[in-house]
């Protein structure tokens, strides 16, 4: 446990210092989110359908910007390896490097939801559905985007690859995600999606760091 | 006590047999010295000895039990020391160190292990500030922090100048005095007393033989 801790400390620390990072993801962010206003037109009722499932793609793909930089800084000055030494299991590395990814990533975005979605005109009905939703689907985007981001350790043009890999595990929780919403904006039941979600995001727990660290173990082999 | 030995290890790299039948063995306050040219492989089995690598035959034991069996517990007894340094620039030393020791169940005092290595001025320069010598000497700082019974070093005096390899020289006898071991592939002498030698040319398979 207190291994965890002090890379998670470590890492929101290294998250800080050299800023941008976070910064970047949600400017992205707002900015994607931005351009589907200009893109279909301003009229509120078309922005207000495609409100739910724009602002998850945005999300989605601006989680996935910072994947990329989770396993391969460290590979690259040999942080890894050392991390890989140590008495605790990587797997729990692993998950402490994916709880400060979301803390770095997931939760700013989160925070900046309700902006854009007053910006896409989102019926109200719908936006504790949305915020419901992201709070318990990112977490599962930064987990299975880890077992990407350890994949592609060590290969040339690492990040397109990463999005390959990772954009069609994402599909699941996109789905569930934005059928929530919807439901919950025409007044339907949505325990049944939230509880897929949150279904997801407890396999995920204990599968993707296991995974991650097995694709970490095999990049340190090279 | 304490045994690292291994057996009749069998090496891989792609298609290239890198050594074979390969046996050493070393015991508390012993030193190990890897030697052979470029590509003979002293890394291959420096990070064979720290678990980073699989043998493909052969095998690796720590008081008879095979270093496969307890990945985690190999891990504590050991520090590795490989080509890079991973000294983050955003840190301070002290807080790169800080942050490695805490890893460990045993950490130990830090301005101690800053100033065997002469680097005490520099506790709170960041790590980017740091030319390639100062961040060996980190590096080497780190393994003194936590204390660990093996020293893996893959050429520990890289970067060095004569002072920090002195210091070196030195940490290594207390380091053997008080009952560690210390394994290092080097190209440069450096004085470790009668230090057993492993001269990895001898495992070498020639092509007529294979």
Not at chain 1, 1 to 8: A, D, K
Not at chain 1, 62 to 70: F, G, K, N, Y
Not at chain 2, 187 to 194: A, N, P, V
Request: with cysteine.
């Amino acid at each position: 446990m207190n291994t965890f801790i002090s890379i998670v400390r470590r890492d929101l620390q290294l998250a800080m210092r050299q800023g941008m990072d976070s910064v970047m993801v949600v400017a992205f962010f707002i900015l994607a989110v931005m351009l589907f206003p200009f893109g279909v037109g301003p009229e509120a009722n078309i922005l207000a359908r495609i409100a739910a499932g724009v602002i998850w793609v945005a999300a989605l793909l601006s989680s996935m910007l910072s994947l990329e930089r989770l396993f391969q800084i460290d590979y690259e000055d040999g942080s890894l390896e050392l991390l890989a030494l140590q008495p605790c299991a990587l797997e729990i590395t692993v998950m402490a490097k994916i709880t400060a990814h979301w803390l770095t990533t997931g939760l700013p975005l989160l925070i900046a939801t309700p902006l854009l979605a007053v910006f896409m005109s989102l019926p109200s009905d719908g936006f504790w559905a949305l915020l419901f939703t992201l709070a318990i689907g990112t977490p599962s985007l930064s987990l299975i985007g880890a077992i990407g981001a350890a994949l592609i350790l060590g290969s040339r043009r690492g990040g397109v690859l990463l999005s390959l890999l990772v954009l069609p595990l994402y599909i699941p929780v996109l789905i569930f995600g934005v059928s929530a919403v919807d439901g919950a904006i025409s007044g339907l039941p949505i325990k049944a999606h939230l509880l897929i979600m949150a279904g997801l995001l407890v396999a995920a727990l204990p599968l993707c760091p296991w995974a991650g660290a097995g694709a970490i173990k095999q990049a340190l082999e090279t | 006590m304490a045994l690292f030995s291994g057996e009749n290890i069998l090496c891989f790299r792609g298609e290239r047999t890198v050594f074979a039948d390969l046996s050493f063995r070393i015991q508390l306050g012993e030193a190990l010295v890897l030697r052979g040219p470029n590509g003979s492989g002293k890394s291959t089995l420096l990070r064979l000895m720290a678990g980073l690598l699989k043998p493909h035959d052969g095998t690796i034991t720590w008081d008879g039990e095979n270093i496969s069996d307890d990945p985690e517990g190999h891990n504590a007894h050991l520090h590795y020391v490989g080509h890079a340094d991973a000294v983050k620039p955003v840190l301070s030393v002290h807080e790169n160190i800080v942050f490695w020791a805490n890893l460990r169940a045993n950490a130990g005092p830090i301005e101690a292990a800053l100033d065997a290595f002469g680097i005490g001025y520099l506790t709170d320069v960041p790590g980017r500030f740091l030319s390639a010598g100062q961040k060996r000497r980190v590096n080497l700082a780190r393994i003194l922090a936590s204390p660990a019974e093996l020293w893996l070093l893959d050429e520990p005096t890289t970067a060095l100048d004569a002072e920090a390899i002195s210091d070196l020289e030195r940490e290594i006898a207390t380091h053997r005095a008080s009952g560690g071991m210390v394994i290092a592939s080097t190209h440069t002498e450096i004085g470790l007393k009668d230090a057993r030698i492993l001269n990895l040319d001898d495992f070498r398979l020639t092509e007529d033989a294979a």
